[in-house]
């Protein structure tokens, strides 16, 4: 299926190069002088690398149509994590360099949406924030505010994350899995 560089939109996917790449940010240019052209920040859906490139205004693109089913994670061994179809209960196995740094956001038992491009698994979209215990930071100093600062913590699935001052260990953080960012206590 074709699509116009016109028609970009943030969350498109497109195939170029053998890969398939979706839409991150988009920004219709119309200099003064010369043709207009479409710039774009892509991310590879199998590597998740970013890349910025620019199209000619209405040059062609093969669209990459992908299909989402909804998954439950259920374990990782030995670099691979296991899913499941939450309708057939077929077992998708992925590698951790499929998943890329997604890996720091799976929790046992959540569910997800694992997509597929002509039949063959190309990766996991997650939800947009995550709910994960801090396992080790740095202890809270008397007088600390939520103006204060930031340290460093480590979450149960290995991800850093800067939290505010007054976070201790043992506490539940939602952080969004695009950014990598602290939201707040959960």
Not at 27 to 53: C, E, Q, W, Y
Not at 108 to 127: A, I, T
Not at 149 to 178: C, H, I, M, N, S
Request: no cysteine; aromatic share 8%; charged share 25%.
């Amino acid at each position: 299926m074709s699509i116009s560089s016109n028609d970009l939109r943030t969350g498109i996917t497109i195939e170029l190069d053998g890969e398939i790449w979706s839409v991150v940010e988009f920004m219709h240019v119309k200099p003064g002088k010369g043709s207009a052209f479409v710039r774009t920040r892509l991310r590879n859906i199998r590597t998740g690398n970013v890349r910025d490139m620019t199209f000619r205004a209405g040059e062609k693109l093969t669209r990459a149509i992908l299909d989402t089913r909804l998954v439950q994670y259920l374990y990782e061994s030995d670099g691979l994590y296991t899913f499941m179809d939450q309708e057939t209960y077929d077992q998708y196995t992925l590698g951790r360099d499929q998943l890329g740094d997604d890996v720091l956001y799976l929790k046992e038992g959540m569910e997800l949406h694992v997509r597929f491009y002509q039949g063959k698994v190309v990766g996991v979209e997650l939800p947009n924030s995550v709910v994960l215990e801090i396992v080790d930071t740095e202890p809270g100093v008397r007088g600390d505010t939520a103006a204060g600062g930031t340290k460093p913590a480590r979450l149960e699935t290995g991800l850093v994350v800067q939290v505010p001052l007054f976070v201790e260990a043992g506490e539940k953080v939602e952080v969004d899995t695009r950014t990598g960012q602290y939201l707040g206590r959960a």
